[in-house]
């Protein structure tokens, strides 16, 4: 509710404009952000790449704050995909040590929010450094009962259907029944977002017209908003226009009958 925005957002702002204009009962459950562009911030400024991914976090922080004000459901950020290990390797290093600050210096925060931590994709592939900083994030806010802030690493979507399918098929041969049927509950019950209410929006920043991967099951019936504005320069007033332009689209599931958004 807009009280909880009371200590943050300055009277007059366009903050405060916007949060008149959102629709309470009609919020996305689960907002995802593909996080993109901090190359492009950093090469605008004449910058190493890596000052874009720094610059990158002051944002995490900004829409993990707003979503949890907000009182979103879930948040799931892309921060890493399957396909990003093909940079170079000291940017994917950068990549990690940011994380591990980032877990380190938020955790008291994100836990004083009451939001629960997770992360997507197939982190057993990541260094026993990030995994040990994930694990401690994880449980200390496991009985949270806020926001879940899932951060999508080592993540794509195809690897994660994959990974779906064949732990449905086993559970299927255990009970001694055919591929024949599989079904789709059946998968979804196997998705890394299974605890998860369904994808509402999906937000995509600086301007790229494409899904890289990221939940490509969950985005079939997802609304999509993209940004110019690079991920570094993404904050509470981006996020808040992108819910209320959320709110304006008519969605029907394939159907005839306009379906009112979320709740
Ligand atoms: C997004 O920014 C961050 C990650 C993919 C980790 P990019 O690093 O992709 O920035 P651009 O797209 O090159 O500008
Ligand atoms: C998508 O961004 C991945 C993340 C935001 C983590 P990319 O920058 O990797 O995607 P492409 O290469 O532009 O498709
Ligand atoms: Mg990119």
Same mark, same amino acid.
């Given at each position: ?31 995802? =952000?593909?996080?993109?562009?901090? @190359? !492009?911030?950093? &090469?605008?400024?004449?910058?190493? +790449?890596?000052?874009?991914? /720094? $610059? ?58 009451? =939001?629960?931590?997770?992360?997507? @994709? !197939?982190?057993? &592939?990541?260094?026993?450094?990030? +995994?040990?900083?994930?694990? /401690? $994030? ?65 937000? !995509? ?59």
């Amino acid at each position: 509710m807009l009280t909880d925005f009371a200590e943050v957002v300055s009277p007059g702002s366009a903050d405060e404009r916007l949060l008149t204009s959102v629709d309470w009962d009609r919020l996305p459950r689960h907002l995802a =952000i593909i996080m993109d562009g901090n @190359g !492009r911030w950093a &090469a605008q400024r004449g910058q190493p +790449r890596i000052a874009g991914h /720094r $610059a990158g976090v002051e944002a995490v922080r900004a829409v993990v704050d707003t979503g949890a004000r907000l009182g979103l459901g879930a948040l799931t950020l892309y921060a890493f995909s399957t396909e990003n290990w093909k940079r170079p390797r000291y940017e994917v290093d950068a990549l990690m040590r940011m994380l591990r600050k980032y877990l380190r210096l938020e955790l008291d925060e994100i836990n004083r929010q009451n =939001i629960r931590f997770q992360t997507i @994709g !197939r982190i057993e &592939a990541l260094a026993s450094t990030v +995994r040990s900083e994930i694990a /401690r $994030a994880s449980e200390r806010t496991a009985s949270n009962t806020g926001m879940v802030l899932s951060v999508a690493l080592n993540y794509g979507g195809r690897a994660e259907i994959v990974d779906a399918c064949r732990a449905a098929m086993r559970k299927l041969q255990a009970e001694g029944k055919s591929a024949d049927e599989l079904s789709e509950e059946d998968v979804e019950r196997e998705l890394y977002t299974r605890s998860l209410p369904e994808l509402d929006l999906l937000v !995509r920043t600086s301007g790229e017209l494409r899904i890289s991967n990221f939940l490509l099951w969950q985005s079939a019936y997802a609304e999509i908003y993209v940004t110019e504005t690079l991920w570094p320069d993404f904050r509470r007033v981006h996020l808040l226009e992108a819910v209320v332009d959320y709110q304006q689209r008519s969605r029907r599931f394939g159907g005839l009958k306009l379906v009112a958004n979320a709740k």
